[in-house]
């Protein structure tokens, strides 16, 4: 099979154009290259020079030409305009989504932490009291107000009898070690110092 050139065999027409790609095209009696819209201004330009110097066949080609480019270019603002909507409703569906989180986390956050009340002793003859009529603690700050009640942190559960203590390594005594002096001079010097 022959192969032919300047033209590609791939008959895909719904293939995305990037507005910047250099192409070229070979018009009659003209080669131009570049981008879309450069391409598309130089017909027109040529098409203008050939209707002022009398050549009405030669404009009417350019023009075709030009016209050409130009649909290219209307169906790459298309495809930008339906990419661009296409993001426009992911990054909406997105902060949707973020809001509605957002919503459930303020929520939780807003309603109260509700504690189990502390069992109340009862003895044979008395009941509980109601937790809305209780009384209130005794004041433990000498009248000055009411004060913060800490309660202690629950303590890590013990470990089971089973489950065998891992003894601690034996701790080796350290050794000292003693250093050499530096030299005969300045033991002498430290000696006559100390005279």
Do not use: C, W
Not at 107 to 128: D, F, M, S, V
């Amino acid at each position: 099979m022959k192969r032919q050139r300047g033209r590609s065999r791939n008959n895909n027409h719904n293939k995305s154009h990037n507005p910047n790609r250099a192409m070229e095209s070979n018009g009659p009696g003209v080669k131009v290259r570049g981008a879309v819209t450069t391409i598309h201004e130089k017909y027109q330009q040529l098409a203008r020079d050939a209707s002022l110097s009398g050549d009405p066949v030669m404009a009417e080609n350019y023009l075709q030409f030009a016209e050409h480019y130009f649909r290219i270019i209307r169906a790459q603002q298309e495809q930008r305009e339906q990419r661009e909507e296409e993001q426009a409703a992911q990054r909406a569906a997105r902060q949707a989504e973020y809001d509605a989180r957002k919503a459930k986390q303020q929520e939780r956050n807003q309603q109260p932490q509700q504690q189990p009340a502390p069992a109340a002793q009862q003895t044979e003859g008395q009941p509980a009291p109601k937790p809305e009529t209780a009384a209130p603690a005794p004041d433990n700050n000498g009248g000055t107000g009411p004060m913060d009640v800490v309660t202690p942190k629950a303590s890590p559960a013990p470990k089971a009898a089973s489950e065998p203590v891992p003894a601690k390594p034996a701790r080796t005594p350290r050794r000292r070690v003693r250093r050499p002096a530096a030299d005969a001079q300045s033991t002498a010097k430290t000696a006559d110092a100390a005279d």
